[in-house]
């Protein structure tokens, strides 16, 4: 009897699921649901290939798990079978907790971490399946005694960051996050049960410090896909003050409980906790967009106006800068928008949308990606190259308002 299947993935070619409880999990409708969530929220909009989803990344992390396993194996770490099954579980199941459009409405239509919810779910699993999921589960916390299996799930150079980077740069074509993921992890190796790389693979560690700094400014924090994902959360926002406001809204029941109730974490992990997961596992991208679809049409013309520049991608122009605007400047853009509007001042927060984005390539305050050097000695990555690491931190702050204000 065959004892694994096999995927063919289009970053990695054929990868191998074994059967058993991770084939299990994969099986499971929590898990399936992420298919129907996007890996990289809207960033479609700007690269029309990156329709790829949350269960396309959780199996390519699982497969450089495996690898990253076997190659500490070779260099003598001891890892148990069940260790390894224990973090092969955490690192396929990390994000199981993501809503729709993964981070872009966190804290939009509920208030709870998706980090949090994925650990929801683990608890949930691990009663589904009796106690097989215990030990993924300190690790995926940090309290497994072997500290590199948590590092491999969660850190600076953990197989999650190593699939987005390389997976969300094959679906958009931005060929400037390719990282050598396969020459990084054969140079993983532990020492005193933390992860380290060896010397020789310094090179491959820059290479990704830099991949990770341009994808995230070209990328994720690409003005135009920021746009549309603020437009989508003030669209949310605004269907939420509705509908809470006794408006009746047509939407999905999982979204419609969302729309109204947003629960706190503190309602997942009380007695209602399985209730609240059942409604959640039911949302999913489609309810999100089969509403916009439906609220084109909505009574209230600041929803429909959001709902209908979503679909038909009518997005809001955004302007970045490396300092706070003048005061003046959006004094007299908010004069413009209720101008061309009609509305009164209390539509602003939708009309205009303001904030500010920070990113840094490295971080050298905590836990640092630690080099294995030929001697034995094992440094920070900060004192183990000449390259200046960048870390750094970018903060570029944004104004984001409806383009046609200057056209009209």
């Known amino acids: 009897m065959n004892q694994k299947k096999i995927l063919n993935d289009p970053v990695y070619g054929f990868v191998d699921l074994p059967y058993g409880i991770l084939f299990s999990l994969i099986e499971h409708p929590y898990f399936q649901r992420l298919r129907r969530i996007k890996q990289t929220s809207l960033t479609h909009y700007v690269y029309p290939g990156a329709l790829h989803t949350r269960f396309h990344h959780a199996i390519g992390a699982l497969h450089l798990m495996q690898q990253a396993i076997e190659v500490l194996r070779s260099k003598g770490t001891a890892i148990t079978d069940a260790e390894a099954e224990g973090a092969c579980i955490a690192i396929l199941l990390h994000d199981i907790g993501h809503g729709p459009f993964s981070h872009t409405l966190e804290h939009t239509l509920i208030q709870v971490a998706h980090e949090d919810l994925s650990l929801l779910f683990m608890e949930r699993l691990n009663e589904v399946f009796p106690g097989k999921l215990g030990l993924a589960m300190e690790i995926f916390r940090g309290r497994y005694p072997k500290k590199f299996l948590t590092q491999l799930v969660s850190g600076q150079l953990d197989m999650d960051r190593m699939d987005y980077l390389n997976r969300d740069s094959f679906f958009t074509g931005v060929h400037e996050g390719v990282i050598g993921y396969d020459r990084i992890i054969k140079m993983l190796a532990v020492r005193d049960d933390e992860l380290v790389v060896e010397e020789k693979g310094i090179y491959s560690i820059e290479k990704f410090l830099i991949a990770r700094r341009l994808m995230y400014w070209q990328v994720y924090l690409h003005k135009t896909v920021l746009s549309a994902e603020q437009m989508l959360i003030a669209t949310l926002r605004r269907a939420i003050v509705l509908v809470q406001g006794g408006t009746e809204l047509p939407a999905s029941r999982a979204l419609r409980f969302f729309l109204r109730e947003q629960p706190a974490l503190e309602a997942f992990a009380g007695q209602q906790r399985d209730k609240l997961l059942e409604q959640y596992a039911a949302l999913d991208d489609f309810d999100v967009i089969s509403a916009l679809k439906e609220w084109m049409s909505s009574g209230d013309k600041l929803l429909a106006f959001l709902s209908g520049s979503l679909v038909n991608r009518r997005l809001y122009r955004l302007e970045f800068r490396h300092q706070p605007f003048d005061e003046g400047y959006e004094a007299s853009l908010r004069e413009r928008i209720l101008a061309w509007s009609g509305l009164e001042e209390w539509a602003l927060p939708y009309l205009m949308l303001k904030g500010q984005e920070s990113n840094a390539a490295y971080t050298t305050s905590k836990n640092e990606i630690r080099i294995l050097h030929k001697?034995?000695?094992?440094?920070?990555?900060?004192?183990?190259?000449?390259?200046?690491?960048?870390?750094?931190?970018?903060?570029?702050?944004?104004?984001?308002?409806p383009k046609v204000i200057f056209t009209e």
């Open 375 to 401: 001697n034995g000695q094992v440094l920070p990555m900060s004192q183990s190259t000449d390259y200046d690491l960048q870390s750094k931190e970018v903060t570029k702050y944004y104004l984001c308002y």
